[in-house]
């Protein structure tokens, strides 16, 4: 993970430190026109922003980005243990998502996914937890933040909304103020950033938009095809959505394949689903099998955007294995025999970067 610290920015990297060029001028601009870009990258990006010496500013946000994945590890952990996973198999589950080839390559740069790996499971952790004003107003926050990190996030709404419901029925009648004041909080920046992005989109002032996608004939026929992986999108190169979904654990760049994809994407739902009575489809299921709709309804579904889901995805395997009645020990020989697998790569890439450099 660390090899890409040192390495110079490239791709969505430049666009989002050409926006945080922009924010210490005082607007929120790609280039000349406003961006309609989810801001908090860029804005992390502005506060790490060292002008004298800029490498530094990028090596910091680089080990910030780290940081916060291995407090989103912490919080996965805590999840699992609430969920009254083995400790021997969150464990596992844990340190087999830090040397997954996917969480090496992004993890440590300056992209998004290093911020919503910890800000989903935050999410998760506070919304599994027992009712009470304090989870309620953090689960809020991560909510909020997770939508102006990538919007496709926003669909996590529906978990909001049945948390809104199961404190409803918590608080006594004269605590339910708070549900009011706390929806307030939630909504005001999220109707400010509304407006603002109403009147960039209708005026088609952005020069990189997300929401292009929904402006072309059937919108969402077309995005939902492009991601199932039916057709490629016309915005890259190459097929994603589900066909994508087999890159998460294989290291090989461009990897597609719908059908092993679909036999993973099951194998692992199927899981959630055997356990229903223990609760893991609500609690970690329902969520990540929302986002996934979310990136399909958005036509889309790169590798990288998979990885944030990566734990709830292995404990579904996990799930699915033990309810074939394998014991845990084999789940964990697996783990051991494939990160083993990961390791040895790395250091092959390793030894392949600094050749090109040294």
């Known amino acids: 993970m660390l090899r890409n610290v040192f390495l110079p920015l490239s791709g969505d990297e430049i666009t989002y430190l050409k926006i945080s060029e922009n924010i210490l001028q005082g607007r929120y601009y790609l280039g000349d026109k406003p961006s309609s870009l989810a801001p908090v990258i ?29 407090l989103g590890l912490r919080l996965i952990y805590k999840v699992l243990l609430e969920l009254n996973v083995n400790k021997s198999i969150a464990i596992a ?19 998004p996914e290093a911020v919503l790996f910890y800000l989903f499971w935050g999410f998760i952790y506070y919304s599994i937890l027992e009712a009470s004003k304090s989870n309620l107003l953090k689960l809020l926050i991560f909510f909020a933040l997770l939508v102006f990190t990538r919007y496709v996030y926003a669909i996590l709404g529906v978990i909001v909304l049945i948390k809104y419901f199961d404190y ?11 549900l009011v004041l706390y929806s307030f909080i939630l909504l005001f920046p999220f109707l400010i950033w509304a407006k603002y992005l109403i009147n960039v989109e209708r005026n088609d ?26 057709i490629k999108h016309y ?13 998460l654990f294989v290291p090989k760049t461009g990897l597609r394949s719908f059908s092993v994809s679909l036999i993973l994407i099951l194998g692992f739902i199927y899981g959630y689903i055997s356990n229903f ?14 986002i996934m709709l979310g990136l399909i309804i958005a036509g889309t579904g790169f590798s990288r955007y998979w990885l944030v889901l990566l734990p709830g995805i292995y404990l579904g395997f996990y799930l699915t294995l033990k309810s074939f009645g394998l014991i845990d020990n084999v789940f964990i020989n697996l783990v051991k025999f494939i990160s083993l697998v990961y390791i040895v790569n790395e250091f092959r890439l390793n030894v392949l970067v600094l050749n090109q450099y040294f």
Not at 42 to 70: E, M, R
Not at 94 to 106: C, G, H, L, R
Not at 211 to 227: E, L, Q, S, T
């Open 93 to 111: 589950i844990v340190a087999f998502t830090i040397v997954n080839p996917t969480s090496v390559a992004w993890f440590s740069r300056l992209y």
């Open 42 to 70: 860029s804005l992390i990006l502005t506060f790490f922003k060292i002008s004298i010496f800029p490498i530094l500013g990028f090596v910091l946000n680089k080990l910030f980005n780290i940081a916060l994945v291995f």
């Open 277 to 290: 009575k223990f609760l893991f489809l609500k609690r970690v299921g329902l969520p990540i099998l929302l």
């Open 205 to 230: 002032l952005s020069e990189i938009s997300y929401f292009k996608r929904f402006k072309i004939d059937n919108p969402i026929i077309y995005n939902i095809k492009c991601g199932l992986g039916l």
């Open 168 to 178: 409803y029925k918590f608080y006594k009648e004269s605590s339910k103020l708070y």
């Open 235 to 247: 915005e890259v190169s190459r097929v994603n959505g589900l066909p994508a979904f087999v890159s």
